[in-house]
C-alpha cells in the first residue's frame, strides 16, 4: 500500500507513517480479509442496515432468513409484509425499527433505481443516503464503500478506539479525513484495512488483550 502523496506538515507525515505501519503490521498478521461478504450491492446495503448494535453472525442469519424467502431484492423488500420482515430480522435485535428502516431504504433504491444511484458523485449520494431514516455516517459510507465502490474511508467504534489508545483522537469527520488524507485513495484499499481493523479489534480489543497488543509500537510509526 502506498502513502498517499503531498503531506507536508510534521502532523500529516507522522499520521502517514503510523498509518502505514499499523497497515503492514495487520495484513502480516491477518492477511488479505476479502471483506464484506455478500453476493450483491443490495446484500451488502441490507448487512449495513442490520449490522447497527449486533454481532455479524446475528446478520448472517437474518440475510439467510430473507435469502431463503428469495426476498433480497429493494422491490421485493420494499413491498415484504411488515411483521413477517420483522420476525426475519429479529434475530440483530430493534427488529421493529429496523425492518421500518429497510423497508423505508429498500423503496429508495428500488425508486430510484441502484445504478443511477450508484452513478452519482460520492458526495451527493452520501448527502441523499444521509437523509434517510436510520442512516448515520458510518452506514452511509459502508453502503458507499461495499456496496457502491467508492472511496469512503468507514470510520467504526473499532476503529475510533484503536486510534485513540495510539494517541490520535478525533470525531467522525476529524478521524475520516486523516485516513483518506494519508493513504492513497483506493476503494480495495479502504475496504482491506477496515476489515483488518474490525478484524484484529474483534480478536485483541473486545477480549481485553492490551497486554497482547501488537499496535503499541505505532504510535511514532514504528512496528
Not at 54 to 77: P, Y
Not at 130 to 143: F, N, Q, R, V, Y
Request: with cysteine; hydrophobic share 35%; glycine share 6%.
Amino acid at each position: 500500500m502506498k502513502k498517499s502523496s503531498g503531506p507536508t506538515d510534521k502532523a500529516d507525515n507522522m499520521h502517514a507513517e503510523m498509518l502505514q505501519s499499523i497497515y503492514d503490521t495487520l495484513i502480516r498478521e491477518f492477511g488479505s480479509q476479502q471483506w464484506w461478504p455478500a453476493e450483491t450491492p443490495f446484500e451488502v446495503i441490507v448487512g449495513a442496515m442490520l449490522t447497527q448494535q449486533t454481532k455479524w453472525t446475528n446478520v448472517e442469519k437474518a440475510i439467510d432468513n430473507l435469502k431463503q424467502k428469495n426476498m433480497l431484492e429493494a422491490g421485493k423488500l420494499a413491498e415484504m409484509d411488515l411483521q413477517e420482515l420483522e420476525e426475519d430480522v429479529r434475530c440483530t435485535g430493534f427488529y421493529r425499527q429496523k425492518a421500518i428502516r429497510l423497508k423505508g431504504i429498500s423503496n429508495f433504491f428500488y425508486h430510484h433505481g441502484e445504478e443511477v444511484l450508484f452513478s452519482l458523485p460520492a458526495e451527493k449520494l452520501r448527502r441523499r443516503l444521509l437523509e434517510l431514516k436510520g442512516i448515520g455516517p458510518e452506514t452511509a459510507d459502508s453502503i458507499l464503500l461495499y456496496a457502491a465502490g467508492k472511496p469512503c474511508f468507514v470510520i467504526d467504534a473499532y476503529t475510533t478506539r484503536i486510534m485513540r489508545c495510539i494517541g490520535i483522537e478525533g470525531n467522525y469527520h476529524q478521524l475520516q479525513e486523516i485516513f483518506e488524507k494519508n493513504i492513497s485513495k483506493d476503494v480495495e484499499i479502504y475496504k482491506e484495512y477496515h476489515a483488518l481493523i474490525v478484524e484484529y479489534a474483534k480478536r485483541y480489543c473486545v477480549t481485553r488483550q492490551c497486554d497482547k497488543c501488537l499496535l503499541k509500537g505505532n504510535k511514532d510509526g514504528q512496528n
